[in-house]
């Protein structure tokens, strides 16, 4: 087969060829150096910085082979050493490595190097070294006049060690020792006592000793190197060198363990030696003698020589200097050798006397330290800081109190003037200085309010003002203190609760007895979900109209519904209504509430005179309600009764646009259904987890919306521009073929069901159920129609346009056209319009006032959101375009079935009871409504234009833009969307309650047919010819419609 | 049908297979069958004489679905390699591979012409694949699933699939619908009744359910078996007169498709996995564990 070339499958890599990999390859290797690193280590090349080939491999030439990246010549390897030429002798070359290197190995020789640094030349022998090396070079140049070698001591290094610079600059000189002069406070104390000292110190320094025993131990309880002073300095920096070892024992080994007596009768050793010339050292005397000859000239001066035959007791003097001695001067320094305490010597003995004292061995106890804990007193507080915060306009209050009060004025005799002062003043004091100012521009010219300007009764009215103030500040005073102070002064974690709105969790007691552990976890999250309610802070509690008048039980479960859910705090399982109500009715008349609710808290609102304030409380309390209470009353019961709603809910089915890939069509041997039209709008995508009663408002709507905007664009830019040229003629027409085109598919499909349900059951049942799938038929419908009508969006929002433009499309051209067509199809659009025309007619017919607050229960949370912005837009729409009012109410009400319709899940529950007389009203009811109901949709989408995403801007045109109607399409998914969930509660409680029945009796005849198979299945091929047959006519009949759908198609994208 | 009619004995053992079998599919007439498993290979068989015929050899991890044309020449394979293959039955060479899953897949079928696979993976996705290009691309992704794609089944106009999220969702292409069935529990296995009229799905909960394809309602549930974790096949007889389900401890359950009562059910396998498999014409049923052998059950 020819495919089957594409079907090996290659493992590992393939050899590549020496040839393939010359020319072309091996300069894209090249160029593609940047990218070697991406290579594997075995196809990177590596190259000098210019770019040349360093490694050639052992057969092509070697490393660095070749002119171009080697030393020599073009002709190789040339003789450096022989030239030739008689003139120019040859001259050895010193040839160094350096000469046979690239100059990128040179470099990276150079910087592998171990080199001396100038810079880190801490004590300068570096530096002494090579100018003594400079100056022997030089000498051996020329021949000096001075023969021999320089001493040493004239060579000087050329600079100071960066140590002594640094030193320098600190203020260091030559000589002195480098400790700070002032360190310590003892400092002081110790030259004063060291001063005492010298003044008394005899040359018989026992006696010394003797008399001065107080200043003594004084002195060496500071520490024996401190008794330094500056005069000493220059041998003062103290370097505490480990002793060397300088015996010829082994490591460790000491002669004088088994005979310390000989250690401390005076035998020679070094150390002891050492340490006795230390000691020595510190006499006055020696110490004299080692400061004259601390020069140049005599580094070797005071150094004392490790030799024998000096006995403990011996003093020190010039000839025992140590002539052999090393460089280091180890005598500057003193060392402390505590290793071998030695009970002769003075020191040591008092070391040990120390170390009794369990201080670290060479270390002693500071008698005071110089380190203090600083402490820092806390900052004062004011004597007249009160600890509570002052909010600003108790303050201002309290400013204003202060001013003085005018005089006492007797009113003007003109009670009219005194009135109107009186209450000018009034209002003043409550609104402030403002309205003073504007009523003082307004009224210029009036002279009765000339007292604001200082004339006529001005006295009077400041008086007026002044107590007024006093009043209206002395009742917000109380206010203000009655709300502060018990919070300030007793605010624990449980009135800060109460504040927010929380209320510890408690388990409800319902649910212990029957549900598991794990239950009671779930149970626990949801009434932690539940716990945080509106605060009550956020808004008064409405004035309960009494929506359910009529029926005192629901009144009472209403306002304590209510209650709930603005008062804050946990639900109880059973808020939604009494226990004896079935899950369906207690879900609904959540509903119900909720709705109701909602339009009272919006007429709430309404009232208030601050459009911006309300809008933002309503979006305060929008997101409030989406994000703290989802209905998790509902769920929480799932786990009791899991069966018995579980069945109720499920299988629960929904509809959603799907469009098959042409070829699919094609290789399945169908007529695609969508051929020739434009794409479909995004689907409401199906989710599983909003739960019949958990409208979880705040994920899918998300979801949904990146879902749309990943599917939108792209089909719409691919139809548009075929599209476009395409000319928007008698527009009406277009207007209905286009609704019924884009509700074909769903006709076709109910025919078929329908003439399957019909042709499928018993014919002893035949017609009972015929009548029943005829009752049944709305429910099923709309619930074909909620996704339909998420299709229809776009088609409504066409007819609005074209509603504004000033066609009008006749309602019963449409009704009876599509009577007259098909019956079922009929019947589909039917129930989608009386869907929409319910909800859009039940605010304003008096036929219930329950299926009212039903369909307004399919607003709960959409009319949270509400702006209070719809009239002013209604009113510069209908001024913009120039039409009467009407128009603007059309033109919403377009919008409204486009944002409406999609609500019509909610208001699928009511259908049933009145669908029968809305299909006589609905064309009417459906262009008769008022322009409050389209002030809703108005403030709905303004309310929604946060949610609006981008995708949705290409389905319109400029003009709806310039209505402001931006973000429709996108508030129009999002409205599906929110009341698809509503839909799909009410559409479980729907099946729960009614529908139980018909299906049990369905399945039985189901079982019926399937039981006397051979005939039945005689009954289907009958039936499928039935359908077939039908769909060819249906087929006809919409190619034929074809041309004249894909146009309306097409012009519904082009807006 | 009587429950004596019922499959019960076990006419042969169809050994070969050196890993558990993830599946096993008779082919139109019900006269061979082709069983696939963990041990990467397809083997098709005849399970009356319990004759292995062939070994299919491609795959590169366990082959987890398999179904064979109408007319028995192709076969269509789907595993954890995440690619469809698409086998010449005689020559037992493979075709094409589709490869665009982004996962292992679960289920694959034909089209009645063959023409088109239709897969279902676990990437939450059915696509469609087209059979009589070379293009390897899919020509339909179906992803508004929200978990994975368990089972997948087709008729003249649809695409049947149930998905762990607990749907099941026909599209139909006739009318360009999708129809969403919300079932609340994990969807294991669907299968299609014989007249086409009702959906047999096996849920995670331990029910079987059958449902009306028209109006999606649940007529019945059957309970009695096991089912919580594994992927199990049900099946409606010949008749459509019973339902039979495998359960978890090995055996195998018979219901009553109209009371849903269970009318017989008796151990087929000792170990602990039990799948049943179609029941073609010869009214004779498969199951197979996760132990090697099928077992072909005959009335």
Request: charged content about 30%; hydrophobic content about 30%.
């Amino acid at each position: 087969m020819d495919a089957d070339d594409d079907d090996f499958v290659f493992y590992g890599t393939p050899i590549e060829r020496e040839e393939e990999m010359t020319g072309r390859k091996k300069k894209a290797v090249a160029e593609a150096a940047g990218h070697l690193r991406s290579l594997p280590p075995w196809k990177q090349e590596v190259t000098d910085e210019e770019g040349r080939r360093r490694f050639h491999g052992a057969f092509t030439g070697g490393f660095s082979a070749g002119y171009y990246n080697s030393v020599g010549s073009k002709e190789g390897w040339t003789p450096q050493t022989f030239t030739s030429s008689r003139k120019n002798r040859a001259e050895m070359k010193q040839q160094s490595i350096l000469n046979f290197l690239d100059d990128d190995e040179r470099a990276e020789m150079e910087g592998n190097s171990l080199r001396t640094s100038l810079q880190f030349d801490t004590f300068g022998f570096t530096a002494t070294e090579l100018a003594r090396k400079e100056a022997e070079k030089e000498q051996q140049k020329r021949p000096s006049a001075i023969p021999g070698p320089v001493p040493d001591e004239i060579v000087l290094p050329a600079t100071d060690s960066i140590g002594v610079k640094l030193l320098l600059k600190m203020g260091w000189r030559h000589g002195h020792s480098i400790k700070d002069s002032r360190t310590n406070s003892l400092y002081d104390a110790r030259r004063e006592a060291r001063k005492a000292f010298l003044a008394l110190s005899t040359d018989d320094a026992r006696a010394l000793h003797a008399q001065s025993e107080p200043v003594k131990s004084h002195l060496e309880s500071v520490s024996e190197q401190s008794a330094e002073d500056d005069a000493y300095a220059s041998q003062s920096t103290p370097v505490y060198v480990l002793n060397p070892k300088q015996d010829l024992h082994g490591l460790g080994y000491d002669p004088f363990k088994q005979a310390p007596e000989f250690r401390g009768n005076g035998l020679f050793h070094f150390a002891e030696k050492k340490r006795l010339r230390v000691s020595g050292n510190r006499e006055p005397g020696n110490r004299k003698s080692n400061l004259n000859k601390d020069n140049l000239f005599s580094f070797k001066s005071g150094k004392a020589a490790p030799g024998f035959g000096i006995g403990a007791l011996e003093e020190l003097d010039a000839e025992d200097e140590d002539i052999y001695a090393s460089g280091l001067d180890f005598e500057e320094t003193y060392v402390q050798e505590v290793e071998e305490p030695s009970g002769m010597s003075r020191d040591s003995k008092q070391k040990l006397v120390k170390n009794e004292q369990g201080v670290l061995p060479g270390f002693k106890n500071a008698s005071n330290s110089d380190y203090q804990l600083e402490r820092f007193n806390p900052p004062v507080i004011p004597v007249d800081f009160k600890p509570y915060h002052k909010f600003c306009a108790p303050l201002e209050i309290e400013s204003k109190l202060a001013s003085p009060a005018p005089p006492e004025v007797p009113p003007p005799d003109d009670s009219n003037l005194r009135v109107l002062i009186e209450g000018i003043a009034t209002l003043v004091a409550r609104c402030g200085t403002l309205f003073e100012d504007l009523s003082r521009e307004k009224n210029k010219a009036n002279p009765l309010f000339c007292f604001l300007n200082g004339g006529n009764g001005h006295d009077y009215y400041t008086r007026k003002l002044w107590e007024e103030r006093q009043k209206h500040n002395g009742h917000r005073k109380l206010q203000v203190d009655m709300k502060l102070i018990p919070n300030v002064q007793k605010m624990t974690a449980e009135s800060r609760g109460k504040i927010l709105g929380e209320r510890p969790l408690e388990r409800s007691s319902t649910n212990s007895g029957s549900s598991a552990a794990p239950a009671d976890v779930i149970h626990l999250q949801f009434n932690l979900s539940d716990t945080f309610t509106i605060p009550a802070s956020l808004g008064d509690f409405p004035r309960v109209a009494k929506p359910f008048r009529d029926d005192p039980a629901k009144q009472e479960r209403f306002e304590l519904f209510l209650k709930e859910k603005y008062q804050g705090g946990l639900r109880s399982t059973d808020s939604g209504g009494a226990s004896n109500m079935s899950e369906s009715a207690r879900a609904r008349e959540r509903l119900d509430f909720e709705a109701a609710a909602e339009t009272i808290a919006k007429g709430e609102l309404n009232k208030e005179t601050e459009p911006h304030s309300s809008q933002q409380f309503r979006e305060i309390s929008a997101t409030a309600n989406m994000h703290f209470t989802p209905g998790g009353l509902e769920q929480v019961k799932i786990p009791e009764g899991e069966e018995l709603i579980m069945k109720k809910i499920y299988p629960k089915r929904e509809e959603f646009q799907w469009r098959p890939s042409p070829i699919l069509c094609k290789r399945f041997d169908i007529m695609d259904p969508y051929m020739g039209k434009p794409p479909p709008l995004p689907r409401v995508r199906g989710r599983i987890d909003s739960l019949i009663f958990t409208p979880d408002f705040v994920r899918p709507t998300k979801a949904e919306e990146t879902v749309a905007a990943n599917k939108n664009p792209l089909p719409v830019s691919q139809s548009e521009p075929q599209e476009i040229s395409e000319e928007m003629t008698s527009r009406e027409i277009e207007i209905e073929l286009k609704n019924t085109n884009v509700e074909r598919p769903v006709d076709l499909y109910k025919l078929c069901t329908f003439t399957e349900a019909i042709f499928s059951d018993d014919s002893d049942d035949e017609r009972e159920n015929s009548s029943l799938n005829e009752v049944e038929d709305p429910q099923k419908k709309t619930e074909v129609a909620n996704t339909t009508l998420n299709r229809l969006i776009a088609g409504d929002f066409l007819e609005s346009l074209g509603k504004e433009l000033g066609l009008e499309v006749p309602p019963d051209l449409s009704y009876s056209l599509n009577k007259a067509s098909t019956p079922p199809f009929q019947n589909e659009t039917e129930t989608i319009r009386t869907s929409k025309g319910d909800v859009n007619n039940f605010s304003f017919d008096e036929k219930s006032s329950s299926t009212h607050k039903a369909v307004i229960g399919t607003f709960r949370g959409q009319e949270t959101a509400y702006g209070k912005l719809s009239h002013p837009e209604i009113t510069r729409e209908a001024a913009s375009d120039g039409s009467e009012l009407a128009s603007g109410n059309k033109e919403s009400s377009g919008s409204k079935t486009a944002t409406g319709h999609s609500e019509n899940n909610s208001g699928k529950v009511k259908l049933e009871k009145i669908a029968p007389e809305d299909k006589k009203t609905k064309p009417y009811s459906r262009w008769s409504r008022s322009s409050t109901e389209s002030s809703e949709d108005e403030r709905r989408r303004h309310s929604r234009r946060h949610r609006s995403h981008s995708s949705s801007i290409p389905l319109e045109d400029e003009r709806s833009r310039k209505h402001s109607r931006r973000h429709q399409s996108g508030s129009c998914n999002s409205d599906s969307d929110y009341s698809d969930e509503h839909g799909s509660r009410s559409k479980g409680g729907k099946k729960g309650s009614s529908r139980r029945k018909s299906s049990r009796e369905h399945s039985k005849h189901h079982k019926h047919g399937s039981k006397d198979y051979p005939s039945k299945s005689s009954r289907h091929d009958t039936r499928r010819e039935h359908s077939e047959a039908k769909k060819e006519s249906r087929k006809s009949r919409d190619r034929g419609r074809e041309p004249v759908s894909s146009k309306a198609g097409s012009y519904k994208n082009n807006r | 049908m009587s429950g004596s009619e019922l499959p019960k004995k076990e006419v042969n053992v169809l050994r070969g297979h050196e890993g558990a079998v993830l599946a096993a599919r008779f082919n139109g007439d019900g006269n061979y069958c082709l069983t696939c498993g963990k041990d990467r290979t397809i083997r098709l068989w005849n399970p009356h004489r319990g004759i292995h015929i062939k070994t299919y050899k491609s795959h590169g991890r366990e082959v987890r679905d398999v179904h064979v044309t109408s007319d028995n020449s192709k076969l269509c394979s789907c595993g954890g390699d995440r690619q469809i293959f698409y086998w010449d039955v005689s020559t037992g060479r493979v075709i094409r591979k589709f490869r665009g899953h982004d996962s292992e897949v679960n289920a694959v079928k034909f089209n009645e012409y063959a023409s088109v696979l239709v897969s279902a993976g676990y990437d939450r996705s059915v696509r469609a694949w087209d059979c009589r290009s070379h293009s390897t691309e899919p020509i339909q992704v179906i992803d508004t699933f929200e978990d994975s794609v368990m089972s997948v089944s087709l008729t003249k106009t649809e695409i049947l699939a149930g998905s762990v999220d607990g749907t099941v969702r026909t599209f139909d292409i006739r009318i360009g619908r999708e129809i969403s069935d919300v079932l609340g529990q994990p969807v294991n296995c669907i299968s299609m009744s014989n007249d086409g009229n009702c959906l047999l799905v096996s849920c995670l909960d331990s029910t079987l359910r059958l449902l009306d394809r028209s109006t999606g309602e649940l007529l019945q549930e059957y309970k009695g078996h096991t089912c919580k974790s594994f992927k199990m096949d049900c099946c409606l007889t010949n008749t459509d007169a019973h339902v039979i389900g495998g359960s978890e401890d090995g055996s195998i359950f018979f219901w009553d498709l109209v009371d849903a009562s269970v009318v017989s059910s008796f151990q087929a396998h000792a170990s602990v996995l039990t799948l049943s498999s179609f029941s073609p014409k010869f009214s004779s049923f498969f199951s197979f564990s996760v132990s090697i052998s099928v077992s072909f059950q005959s009335p």
